[in-house]
């Protein structure tokens, strides 16, 4: 009997049967946001780097996430031989080449001596 009481009580009035539907307009608005402002940007950004890792061919030069600089002598189908001073090569995961040495002129992070 007092459940009954309760669940009525709570129950909304005549005055607030729109609510679902603005509720529902709200959500679908946050939705949207979400999508325009962080999944698109980061899918695209995924996009282009994965675009970049693709079109790596020998003798560019890039830099690893590890801050490796180096010339690729090498392209494999997951990975990729480095370079990194005359005659010392090294093989670096494909995954892990951010950059080229353009992007890096560009942003302005390079280091003193490039090669």
Do not use: C, H
């Amino acid at each position: 009997m007092l459940l009954n009481y309760l669940l009525l009580d709570a129950a909304p009035s005549g005055g607030a049967a729109g609510s679902g539907w603005s509720t529902l307009i709200m959500i679908a608005i946050l939705i949207v946001i979400f999508y325009f402002f962080m999944i698109r940007p980061q899918s695209q950004k995924q996009k282009k780097i994965t675009e970049f890792r693709s079109s790596l061919k020998n003798g560019d030069k890039v830099m690893t996430a590890g801050g490796i600089y180096g010339r690729i002598r090498e392209v494999k189908e997951k990975a990729v031989i480095l370079e990194v001073a005359d005659g010392v090569r090294i093989k670096v995961d494909i995954s892990s080449i951010y950059q080229s040495m353009q992007d890096v002129n560009e942003t302005g992070s390079n280091p003193k001596e490039q090669q």
